[in-house]
């Protein structure tokens, strides 16, 4: 499904501050697996979510999407099969445009625009259909700009509008960093059920060992460029926070921390 092969990242090239992240970094995904990513900050977890979006480039190496060199893709091109929820609520979707606006721009990805018109009767109502499951009341704030809702409600918003068309690959890039936690909780129970329901391949950065144990179905432990754990179905089961925490200090201990 989602293979990178031999992959060299270097920050800061020919500085001072050159740093070598990957150096022949292999990892793949299978089709529909949920891979909860943890690591400490600069052991490659968001890289690598930058590497297969396409917001970064490798210097070596290949990236494969369902058998597709995607390696020198831009990132809009990949946009088209990759979906992704950021940390920041505010960089999910258009702040000054209203929700059905929003819906109604997601919905038609990949599809070419005409002089019909972008929104119905019809379609607005399908959106409040799709929206009415969250509990949160957005369908009845359809026409209220995006900029106007609560972070919790803007991530479970960028949720639904990022899996409301066919992808590939779902991305989530500590999605519920920024939210309380009764929200972090709602948005993670919401983001199980469409990556099940859906049956989407889902690459997960979390901080919260919690989440990685309780959700996906694989979970993998990041160091310095390296894949330190890798555990799937039944022996990521057996992982507990306290065993993920134990190695979590280990290697920080080991860097100096």
Partial sequence: MLE????????????PDETVLFDGFDFSV????????VGSNGSGKTTLLNLV????????????????????????????????VFQDPSRGA???????????????????????????????EAYRDLLHPLGLGL???MN?????????????????IATMTPIDLLLLDEHTAALDP????????????????????T??????????EQYGTRLCMFDKGHVVLDAADEQKKRQKVENLLTLFNEISIECGN
């Fill in 94 to 124: 258009a702040n000054n445009m209203t929700i059905a606006e929003n819906m109604a721009i997601a919905e038609n990805k990949n599809k070419r625009y005409g002089l019909s018109a972008g929104l119905s009767k019809k379609r607005i």
């Fill in 182 to 201: 009764k929200t972090a909780e709602q948005a993670m129970e919401l983001t199980d059920k469409i990556v099940r329901e859906k049956k989407i391949t």
């Fill in 203 to 212: 690459l997960m950065v979390t901080h919260n060992l919690r989440f990685a």
């Fill in 144 to 160: 209220v700009p995006v900029g106007a809702l609560s972070g919790g409600q803007r991530q479970m918003l960028t949720l639904t």
């Fill in 4 to 15: 990178l092969k031999n992959i060299r990242k270097v920050f800061n090239r020919g500085t």
């Fill in 30 to 37: 299978k089709e529909g697996e949920f891979v909860s990513i």
């Fill in 53 to 84: 979006s396409g917001t970064l480039f490798p210097e070596e190496g290949q990236i494969f999407l369902k058998g597709e060199d995607i390696t020198s893709q831009k990132e809009f091109v990949r946009a088209r099969r990759i979906g992704r």
């Fill in 139 to 141: 369908e009845d704030r």
